[in-house]
């Protein structure tokens, strides 16, 4: 899996936008993006993946630029539950996690207050 | 998405005896299952990858004997933690494979050994 790398931590207000940026450079042609969600004594939960360009769910969109080096979390009108760990990975959708179990690297502690 | 449900959620042991944590797949099969553990404040790191029928595969610095892992059905893992102490106290989180970096995991066990 390529290696990424993300801010330690942010902080925001409730009702703002938040963007999360991940770089990877190292990303292969075959690999994806995908990102993950932690609350505190919990499992990780799959918030959103995307190979190029945009995507959005009801959660979050995925920013992602033609050179695929970087990718941007962005999730909207943030509240005070948003607050969580933040892990983005990159990896084959062929292999990755479905033989291989999942790198995690350290994750963006994400701090929204009042 | 697929459900991985971990049980118990929390479990406080004495220093010495073992510890056994379930994991099931409630709405899929699976040939292989992925057991994590994560200390405070740190990412999560792939123990051992449980393989259905045959031996777990474990990841380098990690004690086989010490952390047995049984797949004995296509919905079932099991880790056992041996001979447990204080410095085995961690958070431990099964997971499905995926598709790629795509991955259901279950709600993680908090254990205590004192």
């Known amino acids: 899996l390529a290696k990424t790398t993300q801010p330690i931590s942010m902080d925001s207000y409730e009702g703002q936008e938040v963007n999360i940026t991940c770089s990877h450079n190292?990303?292969?042609?075959?690999?994806?993006i995908t990102w993950y969600q932690q609350f505190p004594s919990q499992g990780p939960r799959f918030i959103i993946q995307?190979?190029?360009t945009k995507v959005t769910n009801e959660v979050a969109s995925l920013f992602i630029p033609a050179d695929r080096k970087s990718s941007t979390l962005s999730l909207p009108r943030v509240s005070l539950s948003d607050t969580a760990v933040y892990y983005c990975?990159?990896?084959?959708?062929?292999?990755?996690?479905?033989?291989?179990?999942?790198?995690f690297g350290k994750g963006t502690h994400l701090i929204i207050q009042p | 998405g697929a459900v991985v449900s971990q049980h118990p959620s929390w479990v406080i042991c004495k220093s010495g005896t073992s510890v056994k944590i379930e994991c099931r797949s409630l709405?899929?099969?699976?040939?292989?299952m992925f057991w994590y553990r994560q200390f405070p404040k740190q990412s999560l790191m792939l123990m051992a990858t449980?393989?259905?029928?045959?031996?777990?595969?474990?990841e380098q610095g990690v004690e086989k004997d010490k952390f047995l892992i049984n797949h004995a059905s296509l919905t079932l893992s099991t880790l056992t933690v041996t001979s447990a102490h204080p410095e085995d106290s961690s958070f431990y989180i099964c997971?499905?494979?995926?598709?790629?970096?795509?991955?259901?995991f279950g709600q993680g066990t908090r254990l205590t050994v004192v």
């Open positions: 990975l990159v990896g084959d959708i062929e292999s990755g996690g479905g033989a291989d179990g999942l790198t």
């Open positions: 190292n990303i292969a042609t075959n690999d994806y």
């Open positions: 995307g190979y190029k």
């Open positions: 709405d899929f099969q699976a040939t292989t």
């Open positions: 449980s393989n259905e029928g045959s031996k777990a595969t474990y």
């Open positions: 997971s499905g494979p995926g598709l790629g970096t795509e991955a259901f």
